[in-house]
């Protein structure tokens, strides 16, 4: 059988013209050209992988040209952390003004199995990995995005650099905002973050394109935690009704670190994403929140790899969907505990409230345990109606049915907004969400 | 003007069984009825064919409230025409605190709100009163039930022992004032203890203006509050109605003496009944 590769809007030319545009370096330029060629030569998703059977990737508008020239990230920073070595800013200004920080970001984060590129700036000083190497490269297993995540490290031309480093505490939540202005693009944003040993830091990562043309949006993420760092890093999806968003995140937790990521999905038509979370580091804790409220035809497909690679960590994953229309969501997840990971305590949960009788649901959780020597390990999933108990209940306090539903919905999804620490981030999210769910307020203080 | 509560030759049925077989019985603002019988014999329906429960259908008969047709109103039109109902069994609502809850129904019972067409769907019921002034009306009634302030920020029924859950429906209905309650089993499950304080929050909350329906099956409830007339319900009709002398007559001779009395084969309904839950003390 033939297998007629699909075309893309762009080819390396275009890769080319990036670095030309933003007169980058050798070595950025070299490093597009690496991934571009890895990008090229890794297959698209077959639809046989077990990841990708639940979404096709057929009506991906893939012959669209690339975003040159997107609007800056805004990022805002006080001027005291940035004295004190924060790093906060749109991607292509990093590169500017803080290119050896950039770079060694970017490289120590690609894989072993990437070639590092053969030429660097002439007389370049070795490369010190960042955060004395804790956070490591970690496994490399977890491949169901390669070739999305090869082409945004190729043909990034926008995203977020955030690096704090070691002992340094950010207080209040950073916020990052990116607007994809126009339609018929795609745009590979390339949000990084490095938070050094002991650093604390959390972000708000706002994604927003137009309705109505077709968007093809690949934005990656990158977060990786120095020992005992605490990072907190929330995603909200906001992209408009045409948009198809392929994404891949990956999360390294290193030792003692605690590092929490939510993904808030409320807009694009069809969202697929991969989760990578990779706890290679003795102690260390995460924590994977989702919130997904979808209606229409509205395609989220999440898959998440839980990779327990170090000793008495936890991670636990709590996916929480409500589904109108004739929206669907399928979530597949893997938690994997290796062989020497000792102690190690895991669990994911994926619900999914069907908020009308045509909306439909595949929560897949899979454990591949290697030990006997865990803590815990489990999963949990569902997909279901309101009860109809509960809605009668709460029509009898007075509220209308359309009300009742609304506040029931918001409650289900307390479970996790209650774990969103930053208080602004929480009232993002859920002025978000409120678009899809409607806004009810259920967990006021009487205090 | 007193309103009163009347219904007639009810009978209703789930699925194709028969449960209300034609019940008639009336109750006016500022009485208070015991409605007593036997677990099965159709107490539970009445409560939820009065509060619209979908899956009970009317087959026959009718039920007026001010001048209304109950039976033709959503379960929260009915709420809204301050009848309300304390559940044998109240639901766990996840996720939602109870202080905010309570705000909520308060504000549908008390502030109810069309939105505009446009906005139908999004509207967000923050119009309603005051945060400020709701939390001292949640306080108020909260120290009238006796009841630690720290219940407010818990989720509804979520965890709650049996004792927790009659309470809160008891605080529901301190909040929503009605002027029809009707109270199902709320002494069931209880200890002695939780009785005793769940009857003394009764007492406190009636008010001239509130006629209620105490659904038991028990005597003990009645020496706590004490009814004006009795009924007994068995096998889906009332079979005998006196004063408060009838309930202490049923404790010393059981329902099979109401049986002998009207003429009705013995035990028969018990046999359908559920098991009650063991109840734990608040
Ligand atoms: N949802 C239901 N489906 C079928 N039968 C029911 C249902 N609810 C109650 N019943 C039956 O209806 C009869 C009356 O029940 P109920 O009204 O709960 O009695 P009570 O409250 O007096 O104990 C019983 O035989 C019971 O089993
Ligand atoms: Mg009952």
Wanted: hydrophobic share 40%; glycine share 8%.
């Amino acid at each position: 059988m033939t297998v007629l590769a699909p075309s893309i809007g762009f080819g390396a030319s275009t890769i080319e013209a990036i670095s030309d545009a933003n007169d980058e370096p050798a070595w950025l330029r070299d490093r597009r050209r690496t991934w571009f060629e890895r990008a090229e030569a890794t297959p698209w998703p077959s639809g046989q992988e077990e990841e990708w059977r639940r979404t096709s990737l057929d009506r991906l508008p893939r012959d669209v040209e690339l975003l040159l020239d997107p609007p800056r990230v805004r990022c805002e920073l006080d001027a005291e952390l940035a004295g004190a070595g924060v790093v906060f800013s749109d991607l292509r200004a990093a590169v500017r003004e803080h290119p050896d920080l950039v770079r060694r970001a970017l490289e120590e984060g690609d894989t072993p199995a990437v070639p590092a590129p053969e030429v660097g700036p002439a007389g370049a000083a070795p490369l010190q990995p960042v955060g004395s190497g804790e956070w490591g490269p970690g496994v490399t297993e977890f491949d169901s995005h390669d070739k999305f995540w090869a082409l945004a490290q190729a043909a990034w031309t926008g995203g977020t650099f955030l690096y704090v480093p070691a002992d340094v505490a950010v207080d209040a939540a950073l916020l990052a905002r990116s607007t994809v202005e126009r339609g018929n693009v795609a745009y590979f944003p390339l949000t990084l973050v490095l938070a050094e040993r002991g650093a604390r830091v959390t972000l708000l990562d706002e994604h927003r394109s137009p309705d109505g043309q077709p968007v093809w949006f690949g934005g990656i993420v990158d977060i990786r935690s120095g020992r005992e760092a605490w990072v907190r890093y929330a995603n909200l999806q906001r992209l408009g009704d045409a948009t198809w968003n392929i994404g891949a995140q990956r999360v390294q937790v290193g030792p003692g670190a605690d590092v929490t990521t939510l993904n808030a999905e409320v807009g694009s038509s069809v969202t697929k994403v991969g989760l990578d979370v990779r706890m290679t580091g003795d102690g260390g804790t995460s924590r994977l929140l989702g919130l997904l409220a979808a209606g229409e035809d509205q395609h989220i497909d999440i898959n998440a790899f839980q990779d327990l690679s170090a000793s008495h960590v936890t991670s636990d994953l709590l996916y929480l969907s409500a589904l109108y229309d004739r929206a669907r969501a399928a979530f597949y997840g893997v938690t994997k505990v290796r062989s020497h990971a000792k102690q190690t305590s895991s669990y994911q949960e994926c619900r999914n409230l069907l908020l009308s009788s045509e909306a439909g649901a595949e929560p897949i959780p899979v454990l591949e345990i290697e030990t006997n020597d865990i803590l815990r390990c489990g999963h949990g999933a569902t997909a279901g109606a309101i009860d109809p108990v509960q809605l009668f209940y709460a029509q009898t306090r007075g509220l209308p049915p359309d009300e009742a539903e609304r506040m029931i919905v918001r409650g289900f999804f307390e479970q996790v907004v209650a774990q969103i620490e930053s208080e602004p981030i929480k009232a993002e999210v859920l002025q978000a969400l409120a678009a899809r769910i409607g806004s009810a307020d259920v967990a006021e203080d009487a205090a | 003007m007193s309103e009163q509560l009347e219904i007639r030759d009810l009978e209703v049925s789930i699925g194709s069984k028969k449960i209300l077989k034609g019940v008639s019985l009336t109750v006016n603002q500022g009485e208070v009825h015991a409605l007593m019988g036997p677990n099965g014999s159709g107490k539970t329906s009445l409560a939820y064919t009065l509060m619209g429960h979908p899956d009970y259908h009317v087959d026959a008969g009718s039920v007026t409230w001010k001048g209304e047709n109950l039976l033709k109103l959503t379960p929260d039109k009915r709420a809204r025409l301050r009848v309300f109902l304390a559940f044998q069994y109240p639901s766990v609502i996840p996720g939602v605190t109870v202080a905010s809850f309570l705000r909520n129904i308060y504000n549908a019972v008390h502030h109810p709100q069309q939105p505009s067409p446009e906005e139908a769907g999004k509207m967000p019921r923050y119009t309603g009163i005051p945060l400020a002034k709701f939390r001292k009306l949640l306080a108020d009634k909260m120290a009238l039930l006796k009841m630690d302030p720290a219940f407010a920020s818990r989720y509804v029924n979520e965890g709650f022992s049996g004792g927790e859950k009659k309470r809160l429906e008891m605080l529901q209905m301190a909040i929503l004032d009605p002027q029809m309650a009707i109270l199902d089993e709320t002494d069931s499950g209880l200890d002695i203890d939780a009785l005793r304080n769940v009857a003394e929050g009764i007492n406190a909350t009636l008010s001239p203006e509130m006629g209620v329906l105490m659904i038991t099956h028990y005597q003990r409830m009645l020496n706590y509050v004490t009814p004006q007339f009795v009924h007994v319900l068995l096998d889906g009709r009332i079979v005998m109605s006196g004063g408060e002398e009838l309930s202490h007559q049923l404790e010393a001779n059981g329902y099979d003496w109401v049986r002998q009395q009207v003429g009705l084969p013995e035990g028969v309904t018990d046999q359908a009944a559920e098991p009650e839950p063991v109840g734990q003390h608040a």
